[in-house]
């Protein structure tokens, strides 16, 4: 089973700051995703790689498939980008996504 | 266009009723997943669908909980004898590609949320 680890789990920062979210998985993957959740929302997908680097607007991931380690980083923080971000590598032996616990991001104004 | 529908989008149930949970993927997609997610934790993986066929059943917890997609469509997520460990949010996802396919994105449902007392 593919073991997902995220962190942090919580992280409160201020509008404007720069936010990295790492995460860290144990078995070979075809692919990640980066998820977003809002409180008592549904899931929307922000990204799916499976090297090198990909740019969204303010969102930037990347993955190094050697080291098993993705990280989701968002530029010029903002308020909106509150929520909880979940890591989710897909492939490895299972079907579906395997996910991590999230972290919860706060910024605050 | 429309995206994945669940319904109802929040249940009650009591103990020991038995619950069916609806999910209309995006038309045109073959695979079908379902996740179970309990309060402050991440989804997990329940079963999965390519088509008609439920390939991937292992994470149903019990075999209370059983899963169909008759025409390759929508699908119901079935509970019976509810129990209150079963409390958690119900989360559909499809994809237009076929599992094993290299790489493929998952669309999102809103969700059921389950609540058994």
């Known amino acids: 089973k593919n073991e997902v680890e995220q962190s942090p789990q919580n992280l409160t920062a201020q509008e404007g700051e720069f936010i990295t979210i790492n995460c860290s998985y144990s078995?070979?993957?075809?692919?990640l995703h980066w998820l977003q959740q809002h409180p008592g929302g549904g899931i929307v997908s922000l990204f799916m790689?499976?090297?090198g680097k990909k740019k969204h607007g303010r969102l930037i991931a990347t993955i190094n498939i050697q080291e098993k380690h993705s990280s989701l980083h968002i530029t010029a923080s903002h308020p909106r980008d509150s929520a909880v971000y979940i890591c989710a590598p897909s492939g490895g032996g299972a079907d579906g996504l395997t996910f991590g616990k999230g972290t919860h991001l706060i910024i605050q104004p | 266009g429309a995206g994945v529908s669940q319904s109802p989008r929040y249940k009650v149930a009591k103990r020991g009723q038995d619950v069916a949970l609806r999910c209309d993927p995006i038309?045109?997609?073959?695979?079908l997943f379902w996740y179970q997610q309990a309060l402050g934790q991440g989804p997990e993986f329940l079963t999965y669908f390519q088509n008609e066929a439920q390939l991937d059943k292992s994470g149903l917890p019990s075999d209370r909980f059983f899963a169909e997609r008759p025409e390759g469509s929508v699908s119901t997520l079935k509970i019976q004898r509810t129990q209150q460990e079963d409390s958690a949010v119900y989360l559909c996802a499809s994809s237009l590609r076929p599992q094993g396919a290299k790489t493929y994105e998952q669309y999102f449902g809103p969700g059921t949320r389950l609540t058994v007392t």
């Open positions: 038309s045109g997609h073959v695979s």
């Open positions: 078995v070979g993957i075809s692919a």
């Open positions: 790689l499976s090297s």
